[in-house]
């Protein structure tokens, strides 16, 4: 999996690279701002663009910009948004045009190797990764007479989980449920929203969407 990484600060963005070379991805390009990125992705087309969200040269939402450029004009390209503190409000605007090959995460989150490369991994291959801080927030700003109501405080776990990206297997593992258990608690998800029966894998990213959108 080819990953290009864009942060303007020299240190981290080595460390981005260095975890990333050793977990065994292919690093295409580290560069220092967005326009560097946008350049190289347009040329290269790697599998995931990693971008903080400041950048030069106002150091406001010029990596959060170039992130919304390459969801628009490349959607090849997954996109990895990195934040130095919580700002649920630029994850909701970047996850709200559609839930797959995306991610927003605390830049804390790469000091968990492991959980950071099966992030990059998932926003790779067309799935999410958020931050479990972020979506904390956004269940705490929940807002009166959402379609989350009818959920039971379990079940919002499990949806919050799935908004971060989790496997059906992976919930099991983070609540210390049976496999029975989750599909029991995501069929009851789907149907409490209204999400009609298709493919699972389709109704996640709805059922994600209406998270977001709540």
Avoid: C, W
């Avoid at 990206?165 to 496999?179: A, E, Q, V």
Wanted: without cysteine; charged residues 25%; negative net charge.
């Amino acid at each position: 999996m080819r990953v290009a990484v864009a942060d303007d600060s020299p240190l981290f963005r080595a460390g981005v690279v260095r975890v990333l070379a050793d977990a065994g991805f292919d690093v295409s390009a580290e560069v220092g701002d967005a326009t560097a990125l946008l350049a190289h992705v347009a040329a290269e087309a790697p599998d995931v663009a990693i971008v903080d969200v400041r950048m030069p040269p106002t150091f406001t939402t010029e990596g959060l910009q170039a992130a919304h450029q390459i969801r628009a004009h490349h959607p090849a390209t997954g996109v990895l948004v990195l934040s130095a503190v919580v700002e649920p409000t630029y994850a909701m605007k970047l996850l709200a045009g559609g839930a797959t090959s995306v991610g927003y995460l605390l830049k804390d989150s790469v000091l968990d190797l492991t959980e950071f490369a099966d992030a990059v991994r998932r926003v790779g291959s067309g799935k999410t990764a958020v931050d479990p801080v972020v979506i904390a927030q956004l269940l705490d700003r929940q807002r009166a007479g959402s379609p989350l109501d009818a959920l039971s405080q379990r079940e919002r776990e499990v949806l919050g989980l799935m908004a971060e990206g989790r496997t059906n297997t992976s919930i099991r593992d983070k609540l210390f449920l049976s496999p029975k258990t989750v599909e029991t608690h995501v069929r009851n998800i789907f149907m409490k929203l209204g999400l009609v029966e298709t493919d699972d894998d389709h109704r996640r990213v709805l059922a994600v969407l209406t998270f977001l959108r709540a």
